[in-house]
């Protein structure tokens, strides 16, 4: 088990999992994408995959802080 790579939460999850499903649910599909096909053709741990990890997180990361901007959740 691993905590989810989001800022401030604490789920924790599988290591088969990169996040907490709310949190998966906020990745755009074209980022979703780029982590299955990383991780089915590089393998996790790989330059690849890391980089579709980074963008993933990140983007939830910049949703989270741009609801946080407009006072909603």
């Not at 604490?10 to 088969?16: A, D, G, K, L, T």
């Not at 579709?52 to 609801?67: I, N």
């Amino acid at each position: 088990m691993h905590k989810c790579p989001i800022g401030g939460c604490e789920h924790q999850e599988p290591f088969v999992r990169l996040m907490c499903w709310p949190h998966w649910r906020m990745v755009p599909p074209v980022l979703k994408q780029s982590v299955w096909d990383a991780y089915h053709r590089f393998g996790v741990g790989t330059v690849q995959h890391g980089q579709a990890v980074v963008a993933a997180v990140g983007a939830v990361e910049e949703r989270l802080k741009s609801r946080s901007r407009q006072g909603t959740r």
